[in-house]
């Protein structure tokens, strides 16, 4: 239903979106640090579930509006490429507060336990609100449906569902690392400064080239 040459480029930004470290990464890895890996894996599965919840939204709200309406969908990408820009030029810009939140969110917590039940729905909380990704959802994805196949709203439902499994990989992987490496991580928090900034300058680049190449089926 999805053309391959949609899904492919839909992958790789996903990808691009979900490494470039925002609140639900800090978050995670954070309490990784404080808690251990159970938390940090409970965690990210209540955040991805939020930001799924945000696709499902999306995906019934916009779909069929992007589906019969080409002026709606070049609206959209061009407000969404604007925003990405704008989010990634503020994240090259403050990319040395990562280090700051990942510190302040592990101050004090390798003495407290967090139970499951807390940690799923503080992770929630995290991916509902989430602004990356309601950008990405709202505007981001839209672009990789295939108008011309028409049932975009459950085109968008299956890439939602793509890239909130991505996600769960991702931030379940950043989890089981970071709290296995407690003290590396603590020690060299400003490393993910240097990843945030490349993220933000990845971002940028996307904002652009959805902006110039954006799909018109």
Known sequence: ???????????LTSLLIILAPGPQLVFVVGRALAYGKRTAVTTAAGG????YVQGVLVSL???TLVERSTLVF???????AAYLVFLGIKAFRHRRA???NLEASTEGGARRSVSSVRAAREGLLVGLTNPKVAVFFGAVLPQFVDRASGHVPLQMFVLATIFTLIGIVSDCTW????????????????????????????MVGLGLGIAVTGRKD
């Open 74 to 80: 070049e609206s959209i990408k061009l407000v969404g």
């Open 98 to 100: 990562l280090s700051a």
């Open 48 to 51: 991805n579930f939020g930001a």
């Open 1 to 11: 239903m999805i053309p391959t040459d949609h899904l492919l480029p839909f992958l």
């Open 175 to 202: 989890g089981l690392v970071a709290g296995s490496a407690r003290d590396w991580f603590a020690r060299l928090p400003r490393r993910l400064a240097m990843v945030g900034g490349a993220g933000g300058l990845a």
């Open 61 to 63: 709200g916009l779909g």
